[in-house]
């Protein structure tokens, strides 16, 4: 009699066995090394010195067999309490913790120890057993991953996240750093001074190319989290921009930007304006003279083969954001990041708490990236609108930070980027001009002082560059080269000459320099 089969599927016996041994690994044991288990823990008991040998390598879970892992246990619950470590003391550790039958009787202890004649080669033996352990649990999580692969409910990212974290958790936990004798660091000490032997600036972290910023800070510092905060219009992506520049173009420093806000298009388009000097607004409208098309693909030559690399996802999320790090981090070496800008990223799906949590996950979370891949992420970040509604000179200060005052915790350093002449202050307390001067506010310094170091701001450049007391500013460097209009040109100004307009999306009256329309339309 024929037997029933579905149609359009090979149901043959070797095609059914093929299918079971994929699925389930029929016939396969884990990896383990048994043999070598029971060596290590006879050489334990036969030498009492052999447990500071393998301490950092082994852990309990290292083990394969569940009577060799509580008999580990009870050899480190007597190392941790100065007690000799031999056949008998283990026997009686096993015996006061319950857990004797479990490792097999005393029998079986005794047994352990005559397999073995001494503890020469327990190093070698011990990491055989961790490479075990290693491969067992990327079984494991290959497994976790492909059982949640096929659920219709798993997000994607947050799936490729976990697999991410747990091979990262796994290496951390089995590959750690030895301690090296004095000799070894000395050696090593002296190698780095001679290497900044010729250096002069004094640099211990990427340059940010301003010479004052950079006195104070020493270049932006590995697994620091910065945030770099301000109004709209006071240049934060001109800022992080120039930074940008600075460390790639001329340090060849290989660095990342992530733009939530502005398209690679309109980035790489400030960095042109900003490389030949061409007024940003040329560019925009693509009125340029023949002189200035071979200006500018003369002077961007060195910016066309540089380390930056652009990403401008739309609401990128922290899952998606640690992912392209680590790959960047690993195939490019990338030595910065830089967030535009932090509130427009959007944080765990699964949170379900208000937006003020939702960014404090997000700035932990940058701090993570900065520690794990040991580079500093430098995020943009709003400020309130209190700062406009305060008297006096508008400065921000800290309890401006909009959102979340997690910012502030989890910062290694803030700053605030500031510039006077936009609220029509045209003089410092010292008399000197403000007009094109930008002001970096370090508000908070966790391996630092607090400064304010003054920069020169082109706006038309969409650049900032050190402030030269041989470089005087001109009138039309301010925004775009545009001038403001007369008073009696009958739009309305505010208290500092800007012109006010008003916001379609948020009906409130905002001051924008130039003619802008919104903060859309804004150059900064």
Not at 141 to 169: C, G, H, N, P, R
Not at 279 to 298: C, M, V
Not at 390 to 402: E, F
Request: charged residues 25%.
């Amino acid at each position: 009699m024929a037997e029933n089969k579905p149609a359009g599927k090979d149901w043959s016996p070797s095609r059914r066995g093929n299918s079971l041994k994929q699925n389930i690994g029929v016939g396969k044991l884990p990896p383990q090394a048994p043999e070598l288990e029971e060596a290590v823990l006879g050489a334990l008991m036969l030498e009492k010195d052999a447990l500071t040998t393998v301490v950092d390598i082994l852990s309990p879970d290292s083990f394969y067999k569940d009577s060799h892992k509580v008999i580990y246990q009870a050899i480190l619950d007597l190392f941790n309490g100065s007690e000799p470590i031999d056949l008998l003391t283990v026997t009686n550790q096993l015996r006061k913790n319950g857990k004797l039958e479990i490792a097999g009787g005393a029998y079986h202890i005794t047994e352990l120890t005559s397999k073995v004649s001494s503890a020469a080669n327990i190093e070698y033996h011990a990491r055989i057993i961790t490479e075990q352990a290693m491969k067992r649990d990327m079984i494991r999580i290959s497994s976790d991953i492909q059982k949640e692969a096929y659920e219709e409910t798993t997000d994607v990212f947050e799936l490729l996240d976990k697999m991410e974290s747990s091979l990262f958790e796994i290496s951390e936990r089995n590959i750690r750093k030895n301690y090296s004798d004095m000799r070894s660091i000395m050696r090593l000490a002296i190698t780095e001074l001679e290497g900044k032997k010729g250096q002069k600036d004094g640099l211990t972290g990427v340059p940010s190319g301003f010479t004052a910023l950079d006195r104070v800070t020493s270049g932006w510092q590995k697994s620091d989290l910065v945030i770099i905060a301000a109004r709209p219009a006071m240049g934060k992506t001109a800022f992080v921009l120039s930074t940008l520049r600075n460390a790639a173009v001329d340090h060849n420093r290989p660095v990342a930007i992530f733009s939530l806000e502005m398209s690679s298009v309109q980035l790489v388009n400030r960095l042109i304006s900003s490389e030949a000097e061409l007024d940003s607004e040329k560019i925009k409208k693509g009125n340029l003279a023949d002189y200035e098309w071979e200006q500018l693909i003369h002077k961007t030559s060195k910016l066309s083969s540089a380390p930056l690399f652009v990403d401008d996802t739309p609401a990128l999320s922290i899952l998606e954001l640690r992912a392209k790090c680590r790959r960047l981090k690993a195939q490019s070496d990338i030595q910065m990041i830089v967030v535009d800008y932090l509130q427009l990223m959007s944080g765990d799906s699964k949170g379900g708490g208000n937006r003020e949590q939702e960014i404090a996950s997000i700035s932990r979370a940058l701090k993570m990236i900065a520690k794990e891949l040991e580079v500093p992420v430098i995020a943009l970040s709003q400020l309130s609108r209190s700062v406009e509604t305060r008297g006096g000179d508008k400065r921000p200060q800290l309890s401006d930070l909009r959102e979340s005052g997690a910012i502030e915790q989890d910062a290694d350093m803030v700053m605030f980027l500031y510039r006077p002449e936009y609220y029509g202050i045209t003089e410092d307390e010292e008399g000197n001009t403000t007009a094109g001067v930008g002001e970096v506010i370090i508000a908070k310094h966790r391996n630092g002082s607090l400064e304010n170091v003054k920069l020169r701001f082109i706006g038309k450049y969409t650049k900032f560059c050190d402030l030269e007391l041989n470089a005087p500013y001109q009138p039309q460097d301010a925004m775009y080269g545009h001038k403001f209009p007369s008073a009696s040109s009958g739009q309305g100004f505010d208290d500092g000459g800007m012109i006010r307009h008003q916001s379609k999306a948020n009906n409130n009256d905002e001051p924008f320099p130039g003619g802008f329309g919104s903060k859309d339309d804004a150059p900064f």
